[in-house]
């Protein structure tokens, strides 16, 4: 039962071009989405998050639009450079009163390949 | 780079054998994390802990066992590795645990082989 699903394994897409990556949740309690960037040999690092009050957040190059009716959030890169390249998780956590103690879901990861 | 020690890197055990992983953490967080990695399902959390000696179960705890005796260490135990336990550990830390939005900080991980 995966309660988060990145459906796309992968996406490729050209330097200076828009890379858009998807993630689907189907738990209702989850109030505070993340996004993770990871490459080989390293541990995930924290990207991008968003909080359920909110629908979309800002970072640079980054942005995080979150759809609470749809179950569905994603994560706009602009403009993508090769450096982007990596595996790209959407996590989430029920956050409301502490009680989950802050525990993550993951999705199951999609490999961002940015073509020079 | 958030203060996160794994160790060791690599792994490679025999069936049966008990392994134990390592996490410190120089930022003095009360909340760690074992997660594991393996292809098609992201990574999973293993045990928490949300604080010296407490401690709880994740979503695939079965045939792992943790400890935390100081704030800045988190024991990962396999107490009879099997070649299902292969994987990429990974360890995480938060200040707030889930109180307030903020997010977990990840180790560079461990990977476990079982033969």
């Known amino acids: 039962d995966q309660q988060v699903k990145q459906n796309s394994p992968s996406l490729s897409v050209q330097e200076g071009r828009i890379s858009i990556l998807n993630c689907d949740y189907t738990?209702?309690?989850?109030?505070?989405f993340l996004w993770y960037k990871k490459y080989p040999a390293e541990g995930p690092t924290f990207l991008i998050s968003i909080s359920s009050i909110k629908d979309k957040n800002e970072d640079g190059r980054f942005t995080v639009f979150l759809n609470k009716s749809a179950k569905h959030l994603s994560l706009h890169i602009v403009p993508s450079q090769p450096g982007d390249s990596a595996v790209y998780f959407c996590?989430?956590?029920?956050?409301?009163?502490?009680?989950?103690?802050?525990?993550?879901?993951f999705g199951q990861g999609t490999i961002l390949t940015v073509h020079p | 780079d958030a203060g996160i020690t794994q160790s060791p890197r690599h792994k490679v055990t025999e069936t049966g054998t008990p392994v134990t992983l390592r996490c410190h953490q120089t930022?003095?967080?009360?909340?760690m994390y074992w997660y594991r990695q393996d292809p098609g399902h992201g990574l999973r959390l293993i045990h928490y802990s949300y604080g010296v000696k407490d401690t709880d179960k994740g979503e695939v705890s079965d045939g792992y066992s943790v400890s935390r005796s100081k704030t800045e260490d988190f024991l990962l135990t396999l107490e009879s590795a099997t070649s299902s336990q292969t994987s990429v550990y990974f360890c995480?830390?938060?200040?707030?645990?889930?109180?307030?939005?903020?997010?977990?900080?990840f180790g560079d991980g461990t990977r476990l082989s079982i033969l």
């Open positions: 738990n209702s309690m989850f109030d505070y």
């Open positions: 995480a830390i938060s200040e707030v645990g889930g109180w307030g939005n903020q997010p977990q900080h």
């Open positions: 930022e003095n967080h009360r909340y």
């Open positions: 996590a989430a956590s029920v956050n409301a009163g502490g009680t989950s103690y802050g525990k993550l879901t």
